[in-house]
């Protein structure tokens, strides 16, 4: 069965510091789709990516960046100069479905970022 | 892009009542539709999956008969949580993504439910 693990239950950085968030997944099927999503105080989840299983080429938008491992299951998320704003859970999640749905998400790593 | 919207966003209701959540996809139609529970401070757990004119596909420990799920259009899915406990107080989301788009899923912003 799929299966998402995010280790960092919580982090705390001070605004402008680098912040690596970390996630590994479980999967049988050699078709996936992998997710980040930020969830702020709100509660409304925004999308940051989405990243087939084929696609190992790393990505950067602005300060966000990913680093897709298939060898080690790894997606991992980096926000570089953090500012308060980014302050929020952040979930991975993994999808077997073609269509992108059915979503298997990880606990969560709420990030709390300092003035 | 697509947006999917919930009503109401917040409910409080007393212990015993029923409570209907509406999910609806504003500008495209939506075969299939998710329900996602979410504890406080706990990640999103899918109960079950809504198929436009057909009955809902629960996940293992949701009561079918306690969360009441209706697909009657391509653009709306209602979630009933039927006689209300406490311990239903939650964060329900709902994500619906367009049939004739593959790959594509949207949530939309979630309903909070206070039972007292």
């Known amino acids: 069965a799929q299966k998402v693990t995010q280790a960092q239950t919580e982090i705390s950085v001070v605004e402008k510091e680098d912040v690596t968030l970390d996630c590994v997944y479980e999967?049988?099927?050699?078709?996936?789709?992998l997710f980040w999503y930020k969830q702020p105080p709100s509660g409304e989840l925004v999308f940051l990516i989405r990243r087939n299983s084929f696609d190992e080429q790393n990505e950067i938008s602005g300060r966000y960046s990913w680093n897709f491992q298939k060898s080690t299951s790894s997606f991992n998320f980096t926000i570089t100069a953090s500012q308060v704003v980014d302050s929020a859970v952040y979930f991975c999640a993994l999808s077997e479905d073609y269509y992108g749905q059915n979503f298997v998400f990880g606990p969560g790593t709420r990030l709390s970022v300092l003035p | 892009g697509a947006v999917v919207s919930q009503h109401p966003s917040w409910v409080i209701c007393k212990s015993g009542t029923s409570v209907k959540i509406e999910c609806r996809s504003l500008d495209f139609q939506a075969t299939t539709m998710f329900w996602y529970r979410q504890f406080p401070k706990q990640s999103l757990m899918l109960m079950a999956t809504?198929?436009?004119?057909?009955?809902?596909?629960?996940e293992q420990g949701v009561e079918k008969d306690k969360f009441l799920i209706n697909h009657a259009s391509l653009t709306l899915s209602t979630l009933t949580v039927t006689s209300a406990h406490p311990e239903d107080s939650s964060f329900y989301i709902c994500?619906?993504?367009?049939?004739?788009?593959?790959?594509?899923?949207?949530f939309g912003p979630g309903t909070r439910l206070l039972v007292l």
């Open positions: 999967t049988r099927d050699t078709t996936y789709y």
């Open positions: 809504s198929n436009e004119g057909s009955k809902a596909t629960y």
């Open positions: 994500s619906a993504g367009p049939r004739q788009s593959s790959f594509s899923q949207y």
